[in-house]
């Protein structure tokens, strides 16, 4: 599962040969996971409240494109 980004207090990754929609899962500090949608944003699973991965939400934001390459490209 490869790392695409970290920050203070959370870390991006994507898993090659995962289920749809396209996500991304963002692991806290303290080992808590949710899963974000890349179209949306949105928290499809987790506990882990917005605010706490606001740094990440605003990345991604920024790196849609990015994020879509790299689901299609672990996710064929």
């Known amino acids: 599962m490869p790392t695409l980004k970290r920050f203070a ?3 991006l990754r994507m898993y090659p040969n995962d289920h749809n929609p396209p ?3 963002v692991t806290t500090s303290d080992g808590r996971e949710c899963l974000i ?3 949306t944003l949105i928290i499809l ?3 882990v409240s917005k605010r706490e ?3 990440a939400l605003a990345w991604a ?3 849609r494109d990015f994020l879509i390459t790299k689901w299609k490209e672990l996710n064929p």
């Open 9 to 11: 207090n959370c870390t």
């Open 23 to 25: 996500h991304f899962h």
């Open 37 to 39: 949608e890349i179209a």
């Open 45 to 47: 699973a987790g506990h």
């Open 53 to 55: 991965i606001q740094e």
């Open 61 to 63: 934001s920024e790196q």
